[in-house]
């Protein structure tokens, strides 16, 4: 019962979004096998991405978040459906063109690192699309300096931090101007400091430069501050919706192998014990403002 | 058997222009049979004392004592090929190790290099894939075609199939989901409390310490900042925030309100039923007074 709610919470606030702000990515009864006797890493999966908006895919190992983002940048092609990025199909022919407008950071800091030095890593994806050097060099030290990487110009990759490494790899990602950015649980690998660090620089691109960011995570702490979640099982889309619709799914969630953030857990505590909380309280720091008044008042 | 380091040393490179000192003065007890976290930042010393523990690092000064063997700067000692056996480490990302074309063949591989026969090393294979919970029917294929939390229980269980004493685990659930997380880590408690192992456990996260750990060791700049049950450590709170260090969830947000209200609640609350209880026990209070 509780999934049509959701379904329809999310109907509605589609519809919001819409007059809002535009799609910048549509996927269409998107199916995918990676072996034709595997199953279906994607079976019928329809979403739409709005252009501006922080979205975080959350789901258990396996259930096709990962293809998503592979999808989404033309890695692989789907065997049957359509996705389109900034109104345009993606095919073996418009691949080049989504490429400069979705931008990939991956999980493992160590395996995206190409160049010698930092700032030779930026440069190399602006070679590969031919941009004049003048105009490269340029492009490099800015986004270095958006990720506040430019005091590392010159110095080597084993020098630096994993959460420095990322932050290079979104520098790079970063010189190629895109429109999206997929963070494939770009933060998995790192420490606690090192994933503060990457997902705070991130917050402040998107802010600044009205990027699309497309976070696929575990990290449920994150999510929670996301504008919208997309919740994958086993290659379907299980529920859609802002992050307390979704974590109003409670047991569901843990049933699908994910888990229930921090203030959530505390929160239904409170309710089993016979406490109300409002529902609009979500944030931890709300939480608390609204316990202080609580414990202030007996 | 117990692990015993007495002020062990170490300094990367020794005698060059890049000479970098990682560990001071560190004293430290791994009992039989404990389960110890060790907590710390990125570059505070954990993966080179982890890499102490069996001797894949010498001491530059100070020493450790594996069980019976002593390791200085000046001796390696006889016998460290078989410590390397008593102490299995799995380092991060195990399952990019994984080589061989079975699951079998990579699970036999450790076994078979400390002198097990084929036949022994395969009957370990069994056990130790039973161990990590996975069926037998998984042998006989390609580790490559596994699921990603699969490749980690296969690379565990090549570790496993040499019947350490002493499980070294370096962050074992990064990257995985947070069933897989809790699926992994209640298979390593149960290692603990059935096969009677001592677990080593280096950790960023505060809740897996506090939850499983009977000792914690925190480093900090290549020093034991601070070492007890995860009571003692997490006592202070404000201490290990201050550091730059995180604590748990339930510790976190109980600051948070104390803060806020201005007045303490309760100790640190390890769990979020503690805390739980902790607020409500709280309010009872104020409420009798």
């Known amino acids: 019962m509780f ?18 702000a535009k799609e910048i990515v549509r996927f269409q009864d998107v199916t995918f096998k990676y072996d034709e006797n595997a199953s279906y890493a994607l079976n019928g999966v329809n979403f739409s991405v709005y252009e501006g908006e922080w979205l975080a895919i959350v789901g258990h190992n396996g259930s096709g978040k990962s293809t998503i983002a592979k999808l989404m940048n033309g890695l692989i092609f789907p065997d049957s459906g359509s996705i389109y990025v900034n109104g345009k199909e993606i095919s073996e022919e418009t691949v080049w063109d989504v490429r400069d407008l979705v931008g990939m950071v991956f999980q493992n800091p160590d395996n995206q690192f190409v160049g010698t030095t930092v700032q030779d890593d930026v440069a190399f994806g602006l070679e590969n699309h031919g941009i004049p050097r003048e105009e490269m060099v340029k492009r490099v030290h800015d986004s270095l300096a958006k990720v506040k990487m430019d005091q590392f110009l010159n110095q080597e990759p084993h020098h630096l931090s994993g959460g420095q490494k990322q932050r290079v790899a979104i520098a790079s990602v970063l010189a190629l101007r895109p429109a999206i950015i997929i963070l494939d649980e770009a933060t998995s690998m790192l ?84 406490y109300h909380i409002p529902d609009e309280i979500l944030h931890e720091d709300k939480l608390v403002d609204y316990l202080c008044k609580l414990l202030q008042k007996i | ?121 395969r009957q370990q294979a069994k056990t130790a894939l039973k161990l990590v919970g996975l069926s037998e029917e998984l042998l006989n294929k390609s580790p490559f075609d596994l699921s990603g939390g699969q490749m980690r229980r296969v690379a565990i269980a090549g570790v496993l199939a040499m019947n350490p004493d002493i499980l070294v685990l370096d962050e074992p659930t990064a990257g995985l989901d947070p069933r897989g997380r809790t699926e992994i880590m209640e298979m390593f408690y149960q290692l603990y409390q059935e096969k009677g192992i001592s677990i080593v456990l280096v950790t960023h996260s505060m809740e897996e ?40 969830e339930s510790v976190r947000f109980q600051l948070k309100l104390e803060d806020k209200i201005g007045k303490e609640i309760a100790e640190p609350s390890l769990s979020i039923d503690e805390l739980v209880e902790n607020i409500f026990a709280y309010i009872k209070r104020v409420n009798e007074k």
């Open chain 1, 3 to 20: 999934l049509a709610k959701s379904v329809r919470l999310a109907f509605v606030f589609r519809g919001e979004m819409k007059s809002m």
């Open chain 1, 191 to 274: 420490d606690p400091r090192g994933r503060s660090e990457v997902l705070g620089t991130v917050r402040e691109l998107k802010n600044l430069n009205n990027l699309t960011i497309i976070s696929i995570t575990h990290d449920l702490e994150e999510a929670v501050k996301a504008d919208r979640l997309i919740v994958m099982n086993r290659g379907t889309v299980y529920a859609e919706g802002t992050p307390a619709d979704i974590f109003l799914m409670d047991e569901k969630l843990v049933e699908l192998g994910l888990d229930i953030p921090f203030t959530q857990k505390l929160i239904k505590k409170f309710k089993e014990n016979g």
């Open chain 2, 1 to 121: 058997m117990q692990i015993v380091t007495k002020d062990l040393e170490y300094v990367y490179q020794k005698g060059t222009p890049f000479e970098k000192r990682a560990l001071f003065h560190i004293n430290v007890t791994i009992p039989s049979h404990s389960y110890t976290a060790v907590i710390g930042h990125t570059g505070s010393g954990k993966s080179t004392l982890l890499q102490h523990l069996n001797g894949l690092l010498q001491p530059t000064g100070g020493e450790i004592r594996i069980g019976d063997l002593t390791v200085t700067s000046e001796k390696k000692g006889k016998g460290l090929k078989g410590i390397r056996q008593k102490v299995g480490i799995v380092f991060q990302f195990p399952e990019h190790q994984l080589f061989e074309e079975t699951v079998e063949k990579d699970i036999c591989f450790g076994p078979m290099n400390f002198g097990a026969t084929e036949e022994e090393a």
């Open chain 2, 209 to 248: 310490a506090s939850k499983y750990a009977d000792s914690i060791i925190i480093m900090h700049k290549g020093t034991v900042y601070k070492k007890g049950t995860p009571k003692e450590i997490f006592s202070s709170p404000a201490e290990l925030i201050d550091l730059g260090l995180d604590v748990p």
